[in-house]
């Protein structure tokens, strides 16, 4: 900052002070560095309003938010494909194969839709469905093994 002129500092200062002025755009007008407005604003007391930056946070956490959704919509389509196989097995390795992938993708979505939870009930409920399908497939997988060994396809 001590290589700034006091016209460039006055440059600085009078575009600061337009309303609507922000930091980047006071930088590209001048020619100053961010850091370098930032500390000329703060030294004579200017601040820039946040407003606009708070909206587009607000709008990409929206949007993130949404993007989220869509992907944990989207695993529910996978986990269905993934039983499909899962059944369609011809022995009993690509069964269990197939039995983890479910599990995988199940896990994945329900961990996708609690990250937007805000309430401690909504993770409850959903390590108690990855439980409930972890133990269902436990029971599945130990029927294949069973069919299996007696000969059968599973």
Partial sequence: MASLSEEQRAAVLEAARRPGATRNGVA???GVSEGSVTAI?????????RSLTAAAVQARVIDLKAA???LATSMLD???AARQRMHGADDNRNFLDGAKAVAALASTHVRLVAVDKDDATG???AKSMLGQLAQALGVAAAEGVDQAEDGGSV
Wanted: hydrophobic share 40%.
């Fill in 41 to 49: 604003c703060m030294a004579a007391g200017i601040s820039f309003d």
């Fill in 68 to 70: 989220r959704l869509g």
């Fill in 28 to 30: 590209r007008e001048t």
């Fill in 78 to 80: 996978d986990v269905q």
């Fill in 123 to 125: 993770t409850e409920a």
